[in-house]
């Protein structure tokens, strides 16, 4: 059974999220959509809520614009879970994460993890970005926040940090850096989203990323396991539209 929470920025009669869940998650779940419009809380405060709120031991903080592909993914979620050493399971991620530069994405190629279908409104068209292809789980240093699903036990001892980070960047990288002192974080194949928006790097990012590095000074860069400090940035992701065609001038 899993326990879903969305920051909501939508109408209350806008459900086009809560029947995608319904029709492809394949399990038992609830659906905590908390209203965030009326009185604008940063994305921590609502997730912490939502922690607080759900009755499941799995629970997944994801964007209300990110839509599920494939049937069946709860099932496939929870079977990560059994692994008792696995806290957080993403589906785009890194295991090398600079101290100069906190785009996740920036290591590149082998280091980068998963894989999401992207909306490219620009271009008129949906494209599958790969990040990398192996077909593996892979612990990873941070994951995108866009699908967070997490072990609610967690939370007895850990929070989303609102009081560092009061806007909407970062809380993905900070509680990843939190679930990594006790459990791993892993990036999995198994699960194919659609996100229908991609990353800001606004002023408001560029602040987070200042509290971020302030944070965890001492811990930057951070890698995973095993993993050397590349010399150099590998290539980006690949991107494909759906036929399978290459679009090498399109990024994410």
């Excluded at 922690?51 to 599920?68: L, P």
């Excluded at 190629?109 to 990398?132: A, D, N």
């Excluded at 892979?138 to 995108?144: K, N």
């Excluded at 560092?164 to 791993?184: E, G, L, N, P, W």
Aim: proline share 4%.
């Amino acid at each position: 059974m899993i326990s879903v929470i969305v920051c909501s920025r939508r109408e209350p009669a806008w459900d086009l999220h809560e029947r995608n869940i319904a029709a492809t998650i394949g399990v038992d779940y609830e659906y905590i959509r908390i209203e965030n419009t009326t009185s604008p809380r940063g994305i921590c405060a609502v997730y912490n809520e939502g922690a607080q709120k759900a009755r499941y031991e799995c629970v997944v903080f994801v964007h209300e614009d990110v839509f599920f592909m494939e049937q069946g993914w709860g099932k496939v979620l929870l079977g990560k879970f059994t692994n008792a050493h696995i806290g957080l399971v993403g589906v785009a991620g890194t295991e090398v994460l600079y101290g100069s530069d906190l785009r996740w994405h920036i290591a590149g190629q082998p280091h980068i993890k998963g894989r999401l279908v992207h909306e490219i409104p620009t271009h008129s068209l949906f494209v599958l970005t790969v990040y990398s292809w192996d077909k593996t789980d892979a612990e990873v240093v941070v994951a995108d926040g866009l699908f967070l699903a997490m072990r609610k036990s967690l939370f007895s001892t850990i929070r989303f940090d609102d009081a560092t980070f009061k806007a909407f960047h970062f809380y993905d990288f900070d509680i990843c850096m939190q679930v990594r002192t006790s459990h791993s974080c892993i990036v999995t194949w198994d699960i194919l989203v659609k996100h229908f928006s991609g990353g800001k790097n606004d002023p408001t990012w560029h602040d987070a990323a200042a509290l971020f590095k302030e944070k965890y000074a001492g811990e930057l860069p951070a890698l995973t396991p095993g993993i050397s400090l590349p010399k150099s940035f590998g290539p980006p992701a690949q991107n494909f539209d759906l036929s399978g065609k290459a679009q090498p001038g399109i990024l994410i």
